[in-house]
T-cell receptor, first 110, second 113 residues
């Protein structure tokens, strides 16, 4: 069975500090991984996907198949990055289902 | 375009009451989903519909039923609400293809007393 683990429920950093949100997965097939973000009073939205290898709002995430990880990183955190972050794994097949981790609430202090 | 809409935004029920949460999308997406979000539990899939006319159970389907009324609408019904169903419910949609993302509605906050 597939599983997504985000070991930190809460993460607090100061503005300008580096931030890393951890995500580990368990999946027997070839994984497709995503990070979704939910800002206060806003709906959940896609932040980035591993297949695109893109940087969004300064965030990057590299898929490490050896360590089964997909950690989200940003070198200099900003106050507007404060939000709930969810790592998600897409299962294979024709049904586009996502398995979400439990989420990490990031707080960036001034 | 409204994207994904949900009604109602808030609802308070008494134990045993029934209600239907509505979801509609104007994105012409085939797949639709219902999730519940609970503190410390993340998002858990209740039911999903890969296309019009089909529905399948997700991770936590007990106590819920769904109807895919047409391509645009996907409703979630609680027949006999229980306090354990107090949660925030999100509807989401997705197109088809390898890299399609899921688009979420604004959520319905449900309290069962």
């Amino acid at each position: 069975a597939q599983r997504v683990t985000q070991p930190e429920k809460l993460l607090s950093v100061f503005k300008g500090a580096p931030v890393e949100l951890k995500c580990n997965y368990s999946y027997s097939g070839s994984p497709e991984l995503f990070w979704y973000v939910q800002y206060s009073r806003q709906r959940l939205q896609l932040l980035l996907r591993h297949i695109s290898r893109e940087s969004i709002k300064g965030f990057t995430a590299d898929l490490n198949k050896g360590e089964t990880s997909f950690h989200l990183k940003k070198p200099f955190a900003q106050e507007e990055d404060s939000a709930m972050y969810y790592c998600a794994l897409r299962s294979g097949g024709s049904n586009y289902k996502l398995t979400f981790g439990k989420g990490t609430l990031l707080t960036v202090n001034p | 375009n409204a994207g994904v809409t949900q009604t109602p935004k808030f609802q308070v029920l008494k134990t045993g009451q029934s209600m239907t949460l509505q979801c509609a999308q104007d994105m012409n997406h085939n797949s639709m989903y219902w999730y519940r979000q609970d503190p410390g539990m993340g998002l858990r899939l209740i039911y999903y519909s890969a296309s019009e006319g089909t529905t399948d159970k997700g991770e936590v389907p007990n106590g819920y039923n769904v109807s895919r009324l047409n391509k645009r609408e996907f409703s979630l019904r609680l027949e006999s609400a229980a306090p354990s169903q107090t949660s925030v419910y999100f509807c989401a949609t997705a197109g088809t293809g390898t890299v399609d993302e899921q688009f979420f509605g604004p959520g319905t906050r449900l309290t069962v007393l």
